[in-house]
């Protein structure tokens, strides 16, 4: 075992424990760093601490091992005061290669705890990571604490009783790290032995080896005479309202959702998918559901998906189809058909960068326009954004509910961060949301004569059942005429049908906007939407601390906007949108409202840091005139971070060159 030691980020006294640790759990693609993390996850939520994780993997289905863009980390953000995002910086770092070391080592505090296996510190690993010389030994991580130890050789040591190789007992190093994790913050480990013999009940011999593994991470931090830094640590469970929690992620929470609304309309639920990252994991969930109504249908393309849920729509089931940003291009066309035919549709888009097949693992907020203008023809769609893991669950009802009463496709806006990222959700009772129930076209709705474009009070069309006697009409996607939906192609009808579509979704019954934190009024109003919501909540209250009139007002519909939302910034003599994208929210509000604001924008495939928020807002009070908003660049600090490079072919599968 190898230490160096530096002042400490991390106390270790119980009576300056701080209120909250950023954990960041590193190793190779193969070392099984996400399910450490979601294990470690669910024993801080079991613990009763609040949290928010940040996922990050490599966009390659199996990286070279021991590359520097085949490091896959999870980190994750737990303490006794509400938390918001996955934090900036760690306080500790888990580096299970030197490839691990290499690319997230920048990200660390000083004074931050490493934890690395010095067993995979080899020659050869250490050429594969660029590293001239050993880190461990030449004093180049001086301003951490550094505690290096042969995890490789401890593991196979532990599950030696159940006669596995070398290479099979390397597969348990992730528990045994998981172990130590556990003892250094006090976590109880009976719930990862359940998950465990659940996990691999048919394979009783692996459960128990990696069970031992477990247990000997935990027992060695327990038992070893450790001198500096490495300290149990008790955090305090954060105060809560009395009720049922869980721990949830962002595409479980859309599942439910849309399952819970399915169900307030009275529905069963046909879910037309195609794999997509980050939007896989919403099929991956709903098949579990089929109890409740729901039919999931993997289909061969993006197009079959979408097309077969508006089959099922016309049916008279509640269609969704999900994906990301190029399979949502894909959908256009079969989108416009859904609105030309106004039949209820949810389409759930979980963002990643772009455009083309661009960044599949990364995160971002640059699909905006395509929800609200991408698509030929006037063909308006309502758009929701969700803001967290845990929001995405009501606005996935929220979505239903207008689909169903509005007769209308609606987007809900995701994104990587959302879709893979964990929060604690407390359970809502079910009593508290208010059923839509569908009513179907019984009869015909004109004396004699059935129109099934003729619209209510909402401006939307009945919905008819095929083979409800006396009630067959055509359908398709040219365009229909007022009342009948026959074809007319004759200008004052087509002129009329787009007046009416348009009409419909403008009228939506939008609540108005309300002030997120702060007041209604003031120097400086932060506006975001969607992922931004936990950085910039956590920066505006930075600045209302230091005495600074600022607000943050946090936009859940995107389109129609919210009726006051214009009165609202008005208030405000500055507006700054902070966007993972360009400024496109920024150029609605400007295109709609006619607000000038400030745009910040951040297009590195990473989500906003606190500080970079802090010192975005501090510009507008710092008295130098035309420095606010402009481009924050990629930060050395997040995942993934520009250290991890890139596949540029030299290497082939086995990490040998070529």
């Not at 595409?251 to 609304?261: D, N, Q, R, T």
């Not at 609200?372 to 009802?397: L, Q, T, W």
Request: hydrophobic share 40%.
């Amino acid at each position: 075992m190898a230490t160096q030691m530096a002042e400490p980020a991390l106390s270790a006294t119980q009576d300056t424990a701080p209120d909250s640790v950023v954990v960041r759990f590193a190793g190779d693609s193969g070392d099984g760093m996400q399910l450490t993390g979601g294990q470690f996850t669910l024993s801080t939520a079991l613990a009763g601490n609040d949290l928010a994780t940040f996922p990050d993997f490599p966009a390659e289905i199996r990286a070279p091992q021991g590359t520097l863009f085949g490091v896959s980390a999870f980190q994750i953000n737990f303490g006794s005061r509400e938390i918001s995002t996955a934090g900036d910086a760690p306080d500790v770092l888990v580096a299970m290669n030197p490839a691990a070391l290499k690319v997230n080592v920048g990200a660390l505090k000083p004074g931050g705890l490493i934890i690395a296996d010095s067993g995979e510190f080899t020659k050869r690993n250490l050429e594969k990571a660029k590293y001239d010389t050993n880190p461990l030994e030449d004093g180049s991580l001086a301003q951490w604490n550094v505690l290096a130890f042969d995890i490789s050789a401890l593991t196979i040591e532990a599950v030696k009783p159940f006669g596995l190789g070398n290479k099979d007992a390397l597969r348990s190093k992730n528990m045994w790290t998981l172990g130590l994790a556990l003892w250094m913050f006090d976590r109880d480990r009976q719930p990862l032995i359940d998950w465990l013999n659940a996990k691999f009940k048919t394979k009783p011999d692996i459960a128990a080896a990696n069970i031992a593994a477990l247990n000997a991470g935990h027992a060695y931090g327990e038992t070893a005479e450790l001198s500096g830094p490495l300290k149990k640590l008790h955090i305090d469970p954060v105060p809560a309202a009395p009720g049922l929690y869980r721990t949830i992620t962002g595409a479980e929470s859309v599942s439910l959702g849309l399952v819970a609304g399915a169900q307030l309309a009275g529905l069963e639920m046909f879910f037309g998918g195609y794999p997509i990252t980050p939007a896989s994991s919403i099929l991956h969930y709903l098949v579990r559901l089929k109890e409740f109504g729901v039919t999931t249908f993997q289909a061969e393309d993006e197009i079959a998906a979408i097309c077969a849920a508006i089959g099922a729509s016309y049916a008279g089931s509640l269609g969704v189809t999900s994906s990301s940003g190029p399979g949502i291009a894909l959908k256009g066309e079969a989108m416009g058909l859904a609105i030309m035919t106004e039949l209820p549709l949810v389409i759930v888009n979980s963002q990643r960068g772009g455009p083309s097949t661009g960044l599949p693992t990364k995160t971002e907020q640059s699909d905006l326009y395509q929800a609200v203008y991408g698509r030929n023809g006037d063909a308006p769609m309502p758009v929701i954004a969700a803001r967290s893991p845990s929001d995405a669950f009501e606005c996935a009802i929220e979505a239903c509910r207008i689909a169903v009463e509005y007769m209308t496709p609606v987007m809900l806006l995701t994104d990587g961060y959302i879709a893979n990222a964990a929060e604690p959700w407390k359970v809502p009772d079910p009593e508290t949301f208010a059923p839509f129930k569908v009513k179907f076209l019984q009869e015909k709705n004109a004396g004699d004569v059935l129109l099934p474009y003729k619209r209510d009070e909402k401006g939307a069309r009945p919905w008819i059942k095929p083979g409800t006697p006396g009630l067959m009409h055509r359908i398709g996607g040219i365009e229909k005429k007022v009342d009948t939906g026959n074809i007319d192609y004759s200008p004052e009808n087509h002129q009329a049908m787009t007046d009416a579509r348009k009409a419909k979704i403008d009228n939506i019954a939008v609540p108005d906007q309300q002030v997120t934190l702060g007041e209604e009024t003031g120097a400086l109003a932060v506006v975001g939407w969607g992922s931004t919501y936990g950085p910039i909540r956590r920066a505006v209250d930075n600045a209302r601390k230091k005495g600074r009139a600022v607000s943050h007002i946090h936009v859940r519909n995107i389109h129609p906007l919210p009726a006051n939302l214009g009165d609202l910034l008005r208030g405000f003599d500055h507006v700054l949108m902070p966007e993972m994208n360009t400024g496109q929210f920024k150029t609605v509000i400007r295109d709609q409202l006619l607000i000038d604001a400030v745009s910040l924008t951040k297009t590195s495939g990473q989500p906003f840091q606190i500080a970079e928020l802090d010192a975005a807002i501090d510009r507008f009070f710092d008295g130098i005139a035309n420095n606010e908003g402009g481009e924050v660049p990629a930060n050395r600090q997040q995942l993934p971070t520009p250290e991890s490079g890139h596949d540029d072919g030299s290497l082939k599968a086995g990490g040998d060159a070529q």
